[in-house]
């Protein structure tokens, strides 16, 4: 079975610092990985998919890779602002089932 | 535009009854998830409808949990009889086509108190 381990679980840095988040998921036969954003008591947000056959996509400040062969995303989030702070979690798909990380809970300081 | 609308946003009931939550996707969209995110075992597929049809319900729990999408703007997830571990944020997520090359769209979920 899919398993999907996020490191670290908790984040905090003061405002302007780049970070990077990482995911690792155990089988390489995935279709995408998504990474998420949820603020308390809300739903996810998605803010990037990368496609199995890619090796990154950018938005903005935020820039994630994927290593399908050795199991392995990276978020990357460039000059961090305190409206950064909330939950990431990644999530892989394949056969139909997605398979989530348990987050990386992120606080960015003024 | 709308994002995906959850009904109700909270529910507290009594262990036994029948609880049915409800969720309208994005309109246009096609696919629909429904999970559950629990502290201890983060957050989990329930099932997964594409075009009105369940495409994986490998992730319901239990013959108690039933899910229908009679229309393309309407789901519903029901527990029957609830218990007190069934108490989690239950979520529905929708997309335009299908989960391989879409990102989901999230509704903010109904909090299920089951006592």
């Known amino acids: 079975k899919q398993e999907v381990t996020q490191i670290p679980a908790a984040l905090s840095v003061p405002e302007g610092e780049n970070l990077v988040l990482n995911c690792s998921f155990t089988?390489?036969?995935?279709?995408?990985l998504q990474w998420f954003r949820q603020d308390p008591g809300k739903g996810l947000t998605s803010l990037l998919l990368?496609?199995?056959?890619?090796r990154e996509q950018t938005s903005g400040r935020l820039n994630a890779s994927l290593d399908k062969s050795s199991g392995r995303s990276t978020l990357y989030i460039a000059a961090s602002q305190p409206g950064d702070s909330a939950t990431y979690l990644c999530?892989?798909?394949?056969?139909?089932?997605?398979?989530f990380g348990s987050g990386t809970k992120l606080n960015v300081k003024p | 535009d709308a994002g995906v609308i959850q009904s109700p946003r909270h529910e507290v009931t009594e262990m036994g009854q029948e609880v049915t939550l409800r969720c309208k996707p994005i309109?246009?969209?096609?696919?629909l998830f429904w999970y559950r995110q629990t502290m201890m075992r983060g957050l989990e597929l329930l099932i997964y409808?594409?075009?009105?049809?369940?495409?994986?319900d490998s992730g319901m729990p239990e013959d108690r949990f039933s899910a229908k999408m009679p229309n393309a703007s309407f789901s519903t997830l029901k527990i029957q009889p609830s218990e007190p571990r069934d108490s989690a944020v239950y979520f529905c997520?929708?997309?335009?086509?299908?989960?391989?090359?879409?990102?989901?769209?999230f509704g903010d979920g109904t909090r299920l108190s089951i006592l």
């Open positions: 089988d390489s036969a995935i279709y995408n």
């Open positions: 409808f594409n075009n009105n049809v369940p495409i994986d």
């Open positions: 997520a929708s997309s335009f086509g299908g989960a391989e090359n879409q990102p989901q769209h």
């Open positions: 990368i496609q199995s056959s890619q």
């Open positions: 999530a892989v798909y394949n056969f139909n089932k997605f398979y």
């Open positions: 309109s246009g969209h096609n696919s």
